[in-house]
């Protein structure tokens, strides 16, 4: 079992590490319901009933687009990840527009990168890594992306409360990171399937 799980560890590539912290900052600057329905209701830009409501959409947009975002990733793979980081940029600036219709966009925008991590997302980790690595990088991924939205959502709430100029900033900030590693991994994934393609070529 100890052999086992050192097999494991030993199979955490470099893409892997580098996609865990992408998608880990995109959590970071990814603003949680949480927070949102307590600005909604914060700022009186709606009403008590439609909060919920929001949140319906919200996860609707989810669940529609679960079909779709996973065919464009059988396409063009990882790379159908890179809007992740706008959507989530979005948000908050949909949210303090102040009125119904950006607060209905802010819904859409947030149920967008809900879709997209919960269709192909985590799915990638089995494209990234070999069998014998998928449940211990499937653990590894979640706990990175969980500590980090959390953590995020913390850094939300003390902003808003203290420093609110400060929270589109500090999306922008995060999110553009996010992006930059995203797109670091999105090439080194295609030079790590190239490489192994043409292993498999020479040994065929």
């Known amino acids: 079992m100890l052999f086992h799980f050192q097999r494991s560890r ?4 470099n893409v892997f590490w580098l996609y865990t912290i992408s998608m880990s900052m995109v959590a ?3 603003m949680h319901w949480i927070n949102i329905s307590y600005i909604f209701r914060a700022e009186n830009i709606l009403p008590d009933y439609l909060i919920p409501t ?3 959409i919200a996860m609707l947009i989810d669940g529609l687009l679960a079909f779709p975002v996973g065919l464009i990733y059988d396409k063009i ?3 159908s990840l890179l ?3 706008v959507f989530a940029t979005l948000v908050v600036p949909m949210i303090f527009i102040n009125s119904f219709v950006s607060a209905l966009f802010a819904s859409i925008f947030w149920g967008i990168v809900m879709g997209i991590y919960e269709s192909t997302a985590r799915a990638a980790i089995a494209d990234i890594l070999p069998s014998e690595g998928r449940t211990y990088g499937y653990g590894i991924f979640g706990a990175f992306y969980g500590i980090a939205w959390m ?4 850094i939300y709430g003390y902003l808003y409360q203290n420093l ?3 929270l589109l900033l500090f999306t922008i900030f995060i999110e553009s990171i996010a992006l930059i590693i995203l797109l670091i991994t999105v090439k080194q994934f295609k030079d790590f399937r190239n490489k192994d393609a043409q292993i498999n070529k020479a040994h065929t």
């Not at 030993?10 to 590539?13: E, F, H, M, P, S």
């Not at 953590?151 to 913390?154: E, R, V």
């Open 10 to 13: 030993a199979v955490l590539n």
């Open 28 to 30: 970071f600057g990814f």
């Open 54 to 56: 929001m949140y319906l």
């Open 77 to 79: 793979g990882l790379a």
């Open 83 to 85: 809007l992740t980081p």
């Open 151 to 154: 953590s995020g959502t913390i």
């Open 164 to 166: 609110t100029n400060y």
